[in-house]
């Protein structure tokens, strides 16, 4: 009897915070270990990482900490591995926090108070720092200072504190939500990009060679296939398909393995999960393909509309199963012919996709 599939969770696989706990736990540690560690190890992002390169190499000869630093782009492509990697190669600390854990101006003035000269603060989705704490790390960023305000009304004073040099590195998957000031004061900007079948077939090897799991070329090639060209679902699917694999088989990844371990995970041909293709089931049955609101579709699929647009949308529109028009997401004839379904009659025909 075929096994039904059951859902390859995308929220469980894009998790994050590893970082923070990796000495606790084996499982994290694990995970940390597959993050490369120097420039010269990362595949992929090419442009991403010679301009990296020539940055560090030229603040090093200069004596200087690096400018500031915004990655971009959707969860899972390397913004914190390149974060940590950073900070490695300009031979300084890292301290890690997040957009909602600096809930008030005290939680960031505490930070970057014990940032010494040349460290790294990485801001993980820094476009969900409050307001209040944006305004004080505005100013830290430019003039290395804050001002602490003691007291309230006629009594307020204001105390300048002075910061040591240090790099701030912030990592967004929603560029449009940061405003324009804070936008404006990262000297580097740098946009990452989904990986190629062929980055991800490596970054699946080089990740079987750590976890010394032995798999063949076409095996590391079905999962890359599936992976969304997303490093960290390539790692997450490599795990699934290895225990799989020692379960059902002699312990080596083949393409016939690898195929059917993930097609019990739910995982198809193209990398959709279960939650991608409801997604679009419900554009193309509840709303006759669009176009539809993304609030719409998340109270219809009983989701978290920022899940959907963070972790679903990225992919399906790459991919050209999904378009977002102005009056709403729309699926296209590539959709409707991935999930076997037929559209009407003049269904692509009579509608202009803008
Ligand atoms: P993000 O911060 O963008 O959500 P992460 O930096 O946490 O992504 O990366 C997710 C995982 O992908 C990491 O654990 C790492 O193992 C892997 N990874 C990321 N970038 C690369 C790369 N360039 N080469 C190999 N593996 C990578």
């Not at 300084?92 to 014990?114: F, Q």
Request: charged letters at 30%; hydrophobic letters at 40%; a neutral charge.
């Amino acid at each position: 009897m075929p096994e039904k599939p059951h859902s390859f969770n995308l929220k469980e696989a894009f998790k994050t915070g590893l970082e923070n706990n990796a000495e606790d736990d084996g499982f994290l540690k694990e995970e940390w270990n597959l993050r490369p560690q120097r420039l010269k190890e990362c595949i992929g992002q090419k442009q991403v990482i010679e301009s990296l390169d020539i940055a560090i190499r030229a603040a090093k000869k200069r004596k200087e900490p690096l400018d500031h630093i915004l990655f971009q782009g959707p969860p899972g492509l390397g913004k914190t591995t390149l974060a940590n990697i950073v900070a490695k190669e300009m031979e300084g600390r890292i301290h890690h926090t997040s957009g909602p854990a600096l809930e008030k101006g005290g939680d960031l003035v505490s930070i970057l108070t014990s940032v010494e000269i040349g460290e790294v603060l990485f801001i993980d989705e820094i476009h969900r720092i409050p307001k209040i704490v944006e305004e004080l790390l505005c100013p830290a960023m430019e003039d290395f200072a804050v001002d602490i305000i003691f007291d309230k009304g006629a009594n307020a004073r204001a105390y300048r504190s002075r910061l040591e040099w240090f790099t701030l590195i912030g990592a967004t998957t929603r560029p449009g939500l940061l405003s324009r000031p804070l936008r404006e004061r990262f000297g580097i900007v740098r946009e990452l990009t989904f990986y190629s079948v062929k980055e991800i077939t490596q970054i699946v090897k080089r990740s079987a060679a750590i976890l010394q799991v032995v798999i063949d070329d076409m095996g590391a090639q079905e999962i890359s296939r599936r992976s969304r060209g997303t490093p960290r679902v390539a790692n997450h699917l490599l795990k699934r398909v290895r225990d799989y694999t020692q379960v059902k088989e002699d312990g080596k990844i083949k393409k016939p393995v690898a195929s059917a371990a993930l097609q019990l995970e739910g995982v198809d041909t193209e990398g959709l999960t279960i939650l991608d293709r409801r997604f679009l089931e419900v554009i193309i049955n509840y709303y006759k393909g669009g176009p539809v609101g993304i609030e719409a579709i998340a109270a219809t699929l009983q989701e978290e509309s920022e899940t959907l647009e963070e972790l679903v949308e990225p992919f399906l529109l790459k991919k050209g199963y999904l378009i977002r028009t102005s009056s709403g997401r729309r699926a296209t004839e590539k959709a409707f012919a991935h999930l076997n379904i037929l559209p009407q009659t003049g269904f692509f025909s009579d509608r202009t996709f803008i």
